[in-house]
């Protein structure tokens, strides 16, 4: 998300703002007036939902319990850790090597002063600890097949992910929730006025070039009485730039497989022949220490008559039972 705001940021953001709400010009500036050692609780929900012809097929949410604290501070820079406390997975407690992966899950990375998102300082341990995750998940999900046919499935799956997890990816795919966490810091907005630009999104795999997106930003709200204010981002991109890129997806894929071809490839471009509707949304209510309350991203691509939504939400929580 940092990527897809640098350009807005570059444009307006003003460092000479000290506070966060100015109520007397309903202007606010988010930045992130953290101290060392602060920490609090977030409850995760993760679903997606697909609907063809009307029929509606949708994941049970996933939640997630995560502390997220400041784990070092300086003039220039915050270092925080995301520790994963709990899952909320259908017979976890069952599969205790699925389960201690999850529960070793962990994010560290660093912002600059304002809360934007920097780097990830511990990427090679995410990606290692999905890749295992996925691995067993796998096995699992495939264990009445004999052994040798799903440890060749598990092969296949992971070279494809393996060529996938350059630390680009990583950082704005895999740790998607900490980006979202982070997309509004560092602007200054304004009550009634809308940011909007074209902007160059990078895809974080080799051999793709980088999207324009669409992109409107606003401040929706300000709430003297309880301190806190809400923030609005929308971003779309051009159908004929994603069936473009998704393409060039497959052909690149063949190439880093080494294969002639990915099976199917014929039927996966028939798909993109079909209109095609990209759209992201994001809404987060701040307090006016800079720690988000409340943030729910919703993600929609339409392929003709196929809608698939993914929602995130992100909830400062208090009292929680990791049991």
């Not at 606010?28 to 063809?52: H, M, P, R």
């Not at 393409?247 to 039927?267: A, H, P, R, T, W």
Request: proline share 2%; charged share 30%.
């Amino acid at each position: 998300m940092k990527a897809q705001l640098f350009l807005l940021l570059a444009l307006f953001v003003s460092i000479g703002i000290k506070a966060q709400i100015n109520a007397a010009d309903s202007t606010v500036q988010a930045i992130t007036y953290w101290g060392l050692n602060e920490s609090y609780t977030y409850e995760i929900l993760q679903s997606k939902e697909k609907k063809v012809e009307g029929d509606n097929s949708e994941k049970d949410p996933i939640r997630s319990i995560v502390q997220i604290s400041v784990i070092d501070s300086t003039a220039t820079s915050y270092v925080i850790e995301w520790r994963f406390l709990k899952h909320e997975v259908p017979n976890i407690d069952s599969i205790p090597t699925l389960r201690d992966l999850l529960n070793e899950k962990k994010y560290v990375y660093r912002t600059n002063e304002m809360g934007e998102f920097e780097e990830l300082l511990n990427w090679e341990e995410v990606r290692d600890n999905l890749l295992a995750t996925t691995k067993e998940s796998l096995r699992i999900a495939n264990s009445s097949k004999a052994e040798d046919e799903r440890e060749s499935l598990v092969r296949e799956v992971s070279t494809v992910w393996e060529a996938l997890m350059t630390k680009e990816y990583v950082e704005q795919k895999v740790v998607e929730a900490a980006s979202v966490f982070h997309c509004f810091y560092g602007v200054s907005y304004k009550l009634g006025e809308e940011i909007e630009s074209e902007i160059e999104v990078p895809i974080p795999i080799e051999g793709l070039p980088d999207m324009t997106a669409h992109v409107r930003l606003w401040l929706d709200e300000i709430d003297v009485e309880n301190d806190i204010y809400n923030i609005c981002i929308k971003q779309e991109i051009d159908q004929e730039e994603v069936k473009a890129l998704m393409l060039q997806f497959i052909d690149v894929f063949s190439l880093k497989l080494n294969k002639d071809g990915i099976k199917g490839k014929e039927e996966i471009e028939k798909i993109f022949t079909k209109d095609i509707q990209y759209s992201n949304i994001i809404y987060s209510i701040i307090d006016n220490s800079g720690w988000p309350l409340d943030i729910y991203s919703q993600n929609t691509i339409n392929i003709g008559d196929i809608q698939q939504e993914k929602t995130l939400q992100i909830r400062m929580i208090e009292n929680v039972d990791i049991k």
